[in-house]
């Protein structure tokens, strides 16, 4: 099976992964606490089993890395040149408190890059995916599959919007939006819970996602695998492409998601230099 082939039936098993969700959401649904102190509920664990149980019928050779199931040692995780990287339920706190901002996400990894992600979104029905040689799509229900593409500039008019967590901010991130806004104009923030601050960008929605503030690896691979289908990029503070390499830590560095041909990009890279 090729990769788009394969990326056609991981949407499919993302859609079945978020109905196995919806029966808990609004539902005062038990809440755990894990080691690191994030939440876990019921809805993550039944999206869990059944994208574990899909992904193996699809491709029992490639292994997965999923947040309810991360325990892996590196030594094994160095190993793998082609892996399954997962957030069963991506937003348990929005999810927790009753929003739709929650979604699925399923990304296949190769040396560390994204070959395309899938992100897919419970209470719509929606689904985004896409990768860097793949294109990009939205999907709803009974709706054909539409392209989509990132915007270099807001429309004559609109104002810059910047995407920006419900949750997490830090002063290096203040400081970066205050530089940006010097050199761009007037900001606007669109707050929007989990990856679907990468899909905003995607469909040309929003201009500029910087997150200087903690995220894993399963927060971000799969979103930026439809960012990067749409034209845009993900990039460290140092202005490499973002990648996911075995490490020790599952936390992920700063980053920055923009459209790859913005006319601000080398701006936007000095400012996160200098924070």
């Known amino acids: 099976m090729n990769d788009r082939d394969l990326m056609q039936q991981v949407v499919r098993l993302a859609r079945e992964a978020g109905a196995a969700t919806l029966p808990f959401w609004r539902a005062d649904v038990a809440v755990l606490t894990k080691a690191d102190a994030s939440p876990v ?24 890395l999923s947040e309810e199931d991360c325990n892996i040692p590196l030594a094994e995780r160095a190993q ?53 040689a ?20 807001p429309a004559a008019g609109a104002t810059f919007t910047v995407v920006a967590s419900r949750r997490h901010s830090s002063p290096q991130q203040e400081r970066l939006l205050a530089g940006l806004s010097a050199a761009v104009g007037e900001l606007a923030l669109a707050n929007i819970g989990s990856s679907l601050k990468f899909c905003l960008l995607a469909e040309g929605a929003a201009d500029c996602y910087p997150r200087l503030a903690p995220t894993s690896q399963w927060d971000t691979a799969a979103a930026q695998g439809v960012l990067e289908g ?5 990039l460290g503070l140092d202005g490499k492409a973002f990648a996911y390499p075995p490490r020790e830590s599952l936390l992920n560095p700063f980053f920055l998601a923009l459209p ?5 990009r080398a701006k936007l890279l000095a400012l996160a230099s200098a924070v």
């Open 134 to 153: 793949l294109g990009a799509w939205v999907e709803a229900p009974d709706v054909p599959a539409q392209p989509i593409s990132v915007r270099n500039a």
């Open 80 to 132: 793998w040149q082609r892996w399954w990287l997962v957030d069963p339920l991506d937003g348990t706190k929005e999810f927790i408190a009753g929003s739709e901002e929650f979604t699925v996400n399923i990304a296949l990894i190769e040396q560390g890059r994204v070959v395309f992600g899938v992100v897919g979104v419970p209470t719509s029905g929606r689904c985004y995916y896409g990768g860097s």
């Open 230 to 234: 749409a034209g845009g990029e993900v």
């Open 260 to 264: 790859a041909a913005a006319a601000w």
């Open 41 to 64: 509920t019921a809805a993550d664990m039944a999206a869990h089993h059944v994208i574990a149980a899909g992904l193996q019928r699809l491709a029992p050779q490639v292994p997965v």
